[in-house]
């Protein structure tokens, strides 16, 4: 069971750079931004479920975390880049810090997102492609850093989702 999670967790976390081996299963989260209190949050929640962090907290510190991000002042690379804690039944909550620099105001209404990892780019486009109709694609998909295939759009109905993709 240890060596399924293994693989699972190297899923997960979208900021790793090498492929690793792991199990084809589609799956949903959900992705919480924070305008710096992603740490405290996390931290809570974790108290609360009584779980553990899957894989490592990263910080846009980590090296070679975010190449394409734009300068980030000391105080911001100690932000949380990604964190992800399994809740119940096999639910995560998966987490960052949106720092200023980046041009994305935080607002009650835009901090959540469904996050899905389909099996396939196929079905990752067919998804995002309906779920985009009469809605806005906030970031095309396309390959990322970390090995993904990533994007992300709202629905007609104001619903925000994110794709990753980690079939190559």
């Known amino acids: 069971m240890n060596e399924v999670r293994g693989m699972l967790s190297t899923r997960s976390d979208p900021c790793r750079r090498s492929p690793s081996p792991f ?4 799956r949903v989260s959900t992705y919480l931004n924070f305008t710096r209190t992603t740490e405290e949050a996390f ?9 553990e962090f899957d894989g490592p907290v990263q910080r846009y510190s980590s090296e070679g975390a975010c190449p394409e991000a734009p300068p980030l002042s000391p105080e911001d690379s100690n932000l949380i880049l990604h964190v992800a804690l399994p809740i119940l039944g ?13 041009g994305m105001p935080l607002r009650p209404g835009n901090t959540t997102y469904i996050n899905l990892e389909p099996d396939s780019r196929a079905e990752t486009d067919r998804l995002f ?6 809605g806005h694609v906030s970031a095309p998909l396309q390959e990322m ?4 295939y990533w994007g992300t759009c709202i629905d007609r109905f104001g619903t925000l989702w994110m794709f990753n993709c980690s079939e190559k």
């Open 129 to 134: 492609a309906a779920l985009s109709t009469g």
């Open 90 to 102: 096999g639910h995560v909550l998966m987490g960052s810090d949106v720092p200023e620099a980046f």
């Open 23 to 26: 199990i084809p299963m589609a």
């Open 43 to 51: 931290l809570f929640y974790r108290s609360v479920f009584q779980t």
């Open 145 to 148: 850093f970390w090995g993904g």
